[in-house]
């Protein structure tokens, strides 16, 4: 008997799709997209500019095979299915299909699910649908807006300086980085005082004089103040105010990168290939299902079900008055698809009751992703909040504390959250407390933190950088080119990164920046929405940016290599330093004549071994010679501190111990002795 095909883009979400379509169905993978542009034509393009940007699609490499036998599949079917991820990407891969498979339209159909569960799988073929082409296009602009920009941008970068490569949302990254770099380097630090009051359980800092906000800029002016107070305080106010604490919204892409990084220390990578499999099927006790929606999303959306069943879990479990609301999305702007939150496909399934079945990352992304949407829909927690005015000759100390009154959402949701509650003791206004001690402390301001892989993903969604599928990629280019070291979970900018970004704005500040990048973002939504014509979008971005790329080939200075004072043994031209994805090398000026490396290095002093990759970590230095402490495998692996490692290993998550001037502390958790 003939099978009706269903083609998804996992061979493991094929596996669970087709045990919930029965024997009528016959269920294969496409492992992904299965064409990409060629590289043929101007510049490599693999694009007809001229006549119109038509797109030159061929097979990828490796993948004959699977699309003959795929033709071969559609050939025995009466009915094919195009089933592949409910986004702009997944549409486009449909498309693909359709046309290379030479798809009958009277015999196909898209359909299309944000959970893998036999429910949602069988009502899809309800909603059966033609491919969207307005969606196709928006991804079609895009994939060649980046092979344009990124084409001639990285040649221009390999022939000018020591870069590798650029694009249009990664250099956008990196000028962020660097743009911090240099707010750093500019910082001027100044020292300013605060005067504490030391009571038997409590303290309070000095916040005003005559009521008038005050700043102690020197340790005359802390001293002098501290001699006209006394021991003895009068409580001058007592302001006592309810407040609601709301709970987060469910999930999205970015949210759920950014609480991994700091919550269970995962990177953007990791979290999303954990959330993939999460997503497409683990095998429990008795059945193989998708355990969270479509993990690519920008919507806070959760389905009219998900909330009615996840409403009664609640009443059920904790009781009516921990019944929350919906949350609402405040932003309007470039929320794409009809997407809901990554959310447990059911609210019944436990983390705990599976903890069995899933690897112990598995186990601790599910619960945060669970507990999440479960809080989202809890009521709000009410805390007290207090704060005290405290009157020493008209100078006046405050403090602030709180006693939660309600826990609502955080009766599930505490383990997550950071601030902790500070409670004071009862009081009445006119009551006079003696201190045990006032004393002042110097403080230094502080430059702006550079940002780790969390704050960056936070800025980018901010701003409207890219999409959330793209934040993990974007970043691990930025480390896999050298452009980005990462020391203690911070992004320091490179001399390669700082030179590419300076020259990319020279000649292109007009197109990477913010702003243009997110404009870019609005007009492929049009495009989705079919508000705009894709060829308008790429005439007037070609147009504007080809003639700036043939200038910056014909005057942009190209960085003179650094010479090393010594002669090459072949052929005695001069030896100079250059750079390779590896790191930097010594080589003759004459290549490709001369093809003499330099193969001595010093003595490298090798630390201990590197618990990440089974390296060494050896003792480096920046290019301004600050020694730091780094893995010989750089960049394939990216171990990185200030601090020089002790040689032990940390009890609690294997990283190495490093050695402060006071402590001995863990490089990666918060573990110190």
Not at 299 to 310: G, N, P, Q, V, W
Not at 404 to 414: H, I, P, Q, R
Not at 525 to 544: Q, S, V
Request: hydrophobic share 30%.
């Amino acid at each position: 008997m003939t099978k009706k095909l269903v083609i998804v883009e996992s061979p493991s979400k094929s596996k669970t799709i087709e045990k919930y379509l029965g024997t009528d169905y016959k269920v294969v993978s496409s492992l992904g997209h299965i064409r990409d542009l060629a590289t043929t034509g101007k510049y490599g393009f693999g694009i007809d500019i001229e006549n119109g940007f038509i797109p030159n699609y061929e097979i990828i490499k490796g993948k004959k095979k699977l699309v003959t036998s795929l033709k071969k599949d559609v050939k025995d079917s009466n009915f094919v299915y195009l089933a592949t991820d409910p986004d702009r990407e997944g549409e486009a891969i449909s498309w693909h299909l359709f046309d290379a498979l030479g798809l009958d339209k009277k015999k196909y159909k898209r359909i299309v699910f944000n959970e893998i569960t036999k429910d949602v799988i069988l009502s899809s073929f309800d909603k059966a649908r033609e491919i969207d082409d307005n969606l196709v296009r928006s991804q079609e602009t895009r994939r060649m807006l980046d092979r344009i920009i990124g084409f001639r941008l990285s040649k221009l970068m390999q022939s000018k300086t020591g870069g590798k490569s650029a694009g249009r949302v990664q250099s956008v990254a990196l000028k962020l980085i660097v743009d911090r770099e240099r707010e750093i380097e500019a910082f001027i630090p100044e020292d300013y005082y605060e005067i504490d009051a030391i009571f038997n359980n409590f303290e309070a800092k000095l916040d005003s004089y005559n009521n008038m906000k005050i700043e102690i800029k020197t340790e005359e002016e802390a001293k002098d103040i501290i001699s006209k107070l006394s021991d003895l305080f009068k409580i001058k106010s007592i302001e006592k105010q309810i407040k609601n604490k709301k709970a987060k919204a469910p999930h999205i892409t970015s949210t759920l990168q950014q609480e991994a990084s700091s919550k269970l220390n995962f990177t953007s990578k990791k979290t999303m290939m954990i959330a993939q499999k999460l997503y497409e099927g683990i095998t429990l006790k008795d059945e193989t299902v998708g355990l969270i929606t479509y993990m690519r999303t920008d919507s806070i959306r959760l389905s009219d079900e998900f909330i009615k069943r996840t409403y009664g879990y609640i009443k059920e479990n904790y009781g009516e008055k921990y019944l929350g609301y919906v949350k609402k999305s405040k932003k309007t702007e470039n929320v794409q698809d009809a997407h809901e939150a990554i959310r447990p496909t059911s609210i019944n399934r436990t983390p705990e009751s599976i903890k069995e079945y899933l690897s112990n990352d598995e186990y601790k992304l599910y619960k945060m992703i669970y507990y999440r949407a479960l809080a989202s829909l809890m009521k709000d927690a009410e805390v007290e909040a207090t704060t005290i005015i405290l009157d020493n000759n008209n100078y006046q100390f405050k403090t602030t504390g709180s006693v939660l009154k309600f826990d609502g959402y955080l009766k599930v949701y505490s383990e997550y959250e950071d601030s902790k509650d500070t409670i004071l003791p009862s009081f009445e206004e006119n009551q006079e407390l003696k201190s045990n001690e006032i004393n002042y402390t110097k403080h230094t301001t502080k430059p702006p933190a550079r940002y780790t892989e969390s704050k960056l993903i936070k800025e980018m969604e901010i701003l409207g950088i890219g999409r959330p599928s793209t934040y993990a990629t974007t970043i691990g280019i930025l480390s896999e080119r050298g452009y980005v070291k990462v020391i203690e979970k911070k992004f320091h900018p490179t001399e390669v990164g700082i030179e590419t970004t300076d020259k990319l704005q020279e000649y292109f500040k007009d197109i990477i920046n913010v702003d243009y990048t997110k404009e870019m973002e609005d007009d492929l939504d049009k495009i989705a929405d079919g508000n705009l014509i894709w060829t308008n979008l790429l005439n007037r971005f070609y147009n504007e940016f080809e003639p700036k790329v043939k200038e910056a080939f014909s005057n942009m200075e190209k960085k003179q290599a650094e010479v090393t004072g010594e002669m090459c043994p072949n052929c005695k031209s001069p030896l100079v330093i250059k750079r390779s994805r590896y790191g930097e090398f010594t080589a003759c000026s004459n290549y490709p004549e001369c093809k003499y490396i330099k193969t001595e290095k010093e003595p490298q002093k090798e630390i201990m071994d590197c618990p990440t990759c089974g390296g060494k970590i050896i003792e480096k230095k920046t290019r301004k010679g600050k020694i730091f402490y780094g893995c010989n495998n750089y960049p394939k692996c990216d171990f990185a501190t200030w601090d020089k490692p002790t040689g032990e290993i940390c009890p609690n998550c294997s990283k190495p111990l490093v050695e402060t001037k006071d402590k001995i502390k863990c490089s990666k958790c918060e573990y110190e002795r």
